[in-house]
């Protein structure tokens, strides 16, 4: 099979959750809305958002731990829904997941060795003595001692315990890693030795990440390309210089200037936006963008029609009516 | 250089010839914290600290270091079945490890307030907001109930949450996340207090969320003319909220100084560490313009 540039592309992906109270339908939420991106093959995709807007979701439908209520997953070409099951099922293993919560994450009751191996027994890959070697050959990959195999999670700190997570996740070979805020748990020290960790495993190779995160500073560290998030649909998306550098949608501008630096000169003098009010209630998103009741660009156009994303150039794309009559005009 | 600026370097000698009444609102000597019985260095080893009035100090410092005993010590939230206490606590001058529980309870809850990381564990999710807010102000305040209801509507509207009497008949799964925490802060602002502890109080909010909160403690702050102990893992927001920054680790106070100086010149090379370690926002430009906003703060 010859590799096209595309490891993974996500076309469309809606993803709906029910509400219900003894089986009436009382409400139903569009987590995901019409997302598609596509992750280069080698680099690192960032999504980014807050709460609630369904960052999680799109890494769980796209590992099929919830099921898509429209749109596709493509890997290597290979469409998931026109596959069946043991095909799909197959075709996952190339996808690895990596958790928020290292300690949730890892069954307490099971060795560290035996839990780096279960993905071999399961994808019933080589013999005992092979996978020995191969669990030997990932731990000094994740900079992990030989002598932790024996142990129990809760033996492991933090930072050890995600490491065990990664290596699990990599002992497949997957050609996709999504990485669900695997730092947020972590304290800062801890935190830059696992970006190290995750930059050297990159580096030269193959592998994808899709890394889920809500700290964008993190985000403008790791990533090649980002997708903005807001209520379940991109508001923003392109390589992270782009997007950092000129933040096009109102909602992204607001997001970055939220975010403190540790660093007086830049806070002095940055612009800072403070949004009023929450996020909108996800059962009773507003009409047309989503934004738009917090936005303070908001014309008639937003609350009828909903924008689309366009280009502002090739690795850029926006979803905003007021952005794009300008540019139009 | 300013005494108040000096923590841990100075001396023993030099500590207790500094007169009582000293301007610091909060003066901490020499204070130790060992948990009985965990075998493990102590908590806290010979902290000095001095809070002055109306000033923000951001205590700044990984898991473990003894940023949020050294808040709940000054709170008298430490239970004494659990730990040793030494050194002293001086509020106003008077030492809060020497007086009785009695008199304790009274300087907390209304001299001092705390704010803890989780709104919404800080709340009763039984009692409605109203309740949570003028039960206090009853018990402690000695308020009829219609002035606790009517300074309870004010704290609301002080936090700047709209509809504010309809918020008093609402339960605290009604509201969000960030306006849970600002119910929090009403909560502990309604007794007027000298000093505001807030451990974490945005770790648990989305970013923009979070700048709303550190607005308005600031505001609060400032208005109120509190002085404000803001723990925080995160440099980022400790470098917007405080005048004064306070490093720890294991217990122990690295380093303290100004904000800028801290931040821009760390003397201590585990800040320095610290510093080259957290997530920088990349590509950023300082003058970024922001065209939809019109003319924001700077």
Known sequence: MSLSQIALSVDSLSVNFRSRVFSKVKGV???????????????????????GSGKSTILRAIIGLVEASGGSITLNDLNFSELNSRDATELRHHIQMVFQDPIGSLNPRMRISDIIAEPLVITKTGNKTDRERMVKDILTQVDLKPELLSRYPHQLSGGQRQRVAIARALIVQPEVLLLDEPLSALDVLVQAQVVRLLADIQKGGNLSYLFVTHDLALASEIADNVVVLYLGRIVEAGSV?????????????????????????????????????????????????????????????????RPQLFDIISDHHVACHVLQDKISD | MDKTFVSKAVSASEWRSTPVNSPSLVSIRNLSVDFWRVAAPPALNNVFLDVLPGEAVGLVGESGSGKSTLGFAI?????????????????????????????YRKIRGSKIGYI?????????????????????????????????????????????????????????HEISGGMKQRVVIAAALSRDPLLLIADEPTTALDVTVQAQIIDLLLRLKNSLSMSLIFISHDLGVVARVADRIVVMKDGNIIETGGVEQVLANPRESYTQLLLANIPKLRHVDESQSLRFWGNNEP
């Open chain 1, 241 to 305: 210089k782009e997007v950092f550098e000129n933040p096009a949608h109102p909602y992204t501008q607001a997001l970055l200037s939220a975010v403190p630096t540790a660093d007086p000169k830049i806070e002095a003098t940055r612009q800072r936006v403070i949004l009023i009010g929450d996020p909108p209630n996800p059962f009773d998103p507003p009409s047309g963008c989503s934004f738009r009741t917090r936005c303070p660009a908001a014309e008639e156009k937003c609350s009828i029609e």
């Open chain 1, 29 to 51: 939420v569009h987590a995901v809305d019409d997302v598609s991106f596509e992750v280069v093959r080698g680099t690192t995709t960032a999504i980014v958002g807050e709460t």
């Open chain 2, 116 to 172: 803890f990381q989780d709104a919404s564990s800080s709340l009763n999710p039984l009692l409605k907001i109203g309740k949570q807010l003028t039960h206090p102000l009853m018990a402690n305040g000695g308020m009829s109930k219609a002035d606790a209801i009517l300074r309870a509507k004010e704290l609301l509207d002080m936090v700047e949450i709209s509809q504010s009497q309809r918020r008093l008949n609402q339960y605290p």
């Open chain 2, 75 to 103: 709170a008298g939230l430490l239970d004494s079945n659990d730990v040793q206490l030494s050194g002293e606590i001086l509020f106003k001058g008077q030492n809060l490890l020497t007086i009785s529980q009695d008199d």
